[in-house]
């Protein structure tokens, strides 16, 4: 494979944006199997966010005890203790997921806005792993506010999730002739290959005018490659398809047709996967 396609995408490090959601644990996981994969090391970062703290200041917030019914106030110490606590669960999920998988890893905390701390620390990563929300209370849609964002201005591959899935099943990668998407039909080539899985290429290239050739990128692999041409794709199709398919990692080009927020939701929901969004 030294002379292959799967060669020419390396990841050395990939960042993990931590907080106490279910989501982010399944994001941890995801990342950690594909770390292991491409023999990368892992990063952990868990911001406190600024709202948390100016929350603490509010006169009128108070906690209830559930067996007693004494309402007591929440000052800043309490919230701070709150923060210190979940630190420390983090950290210690991280470090277990991280010893599981053997995996060379940094943990790191900052203070701040999450989007904001979150681009800052992949500046010299090759993919972000985000949860698909965190512990809102708000029943919105499936996407959070601040995966959404680091969505639309991370300028590198976001790996994104809302349940806990190993993408050890085929590799799906939708290909529409577009740099980014060549650049996702790599990315998957080589995720694919070191996972010993086939991989799948939704063609739709014909329906857009196109620069790159499938053929130009996958002509010197080894890898099973199935395609699948869509030659008048439209989202109700699209899902059909990756319900059928049963991939077990969808892999996006990051451009308009699939990083509007309501596009993200429909194709958690439909693909029940992860989706990495190449860039």
């Not at 599981?100 to 890893?105: E, I, K």
């Not at 029943?139 to 601040?146: F, N």
């Not at 499938?214 to 010197?220: F, K």
């Not at 099973?224 to 969808?250: A, T, Y």
Request: proline fraction near 4%.
């Amino acid at each position: 494979m030294d002379d292959s396609e799967e060669t020419s995408i390396k990841m050395t490090e990939i960042l993990v944006a931590l907080d106490h959601s279910r989501h982010s644990r399944a994001a941890l996981e995801s990342a950690a199997f594909i770390a292991k994969l491409m023999e990368a090391k892992i990063h952990g970062l868990f911001v406190h966010d600024d709202q948390w703290l100016r929350i603490g200041k509010l006169p009128y917030l108070a906690e209830i005890d559930e067996l007693t019914g004494k309402i007591s106030p929440i000052g800043r110490d309490s919230i701070e203790k709150k923060i210190r606590d979940v630190e420390i669960a983090i950290k210690e999920h991280f470090e277990h997921i991280s010893n599981q998988y053997q995996l060379p890893n940094t943990l790191s905390t900052e203070k701040g806005v999450v989007t904001k701390k979150v681009l800052e620390a992949a500046k010299d990563v090759d993919l972000i792993t985000i949860g698909s929300r965190g512990r809102s209370f708000s029943k919105s849609g499936k996407l959070g506010s601040t995966a959404s964002s680091i969505i639309r201005t991370a300028d590198k591959p976001v790996l994104i999730l809302q349940n806990r899935r190993k993408p050890n099943r085929p590799t799906i990668v939708v290909f529409d002739g577009s740099e980014k998407s060549a650049f996702g039909v790599k990315m998957a080539l080589a995720i694919a290959g070191k996972n010993d899985s086939p991989l799948i290429v939704i063609d739709m290239s014909d329906a857009f005018s196109t620069k790159k050739s499938l053929d130009s990128i996958t002509d010197q692999t080894e890898t099973e490659i199935q395609v699948i041409k869509m030659d008048q794709p439209n989202m109700g199709r699209f899902l059909f398809l990756l319900n059928r398919l049963r991939g077990g990692l969808l892999v996006v080009p990051k451009n308009d047709r699939f990083t509007k927020k309501s596009t993200v939701e429909y194709i958690l929901e439909g693909a029940k996967c992860p989706i990495l969004l190449a860039s």
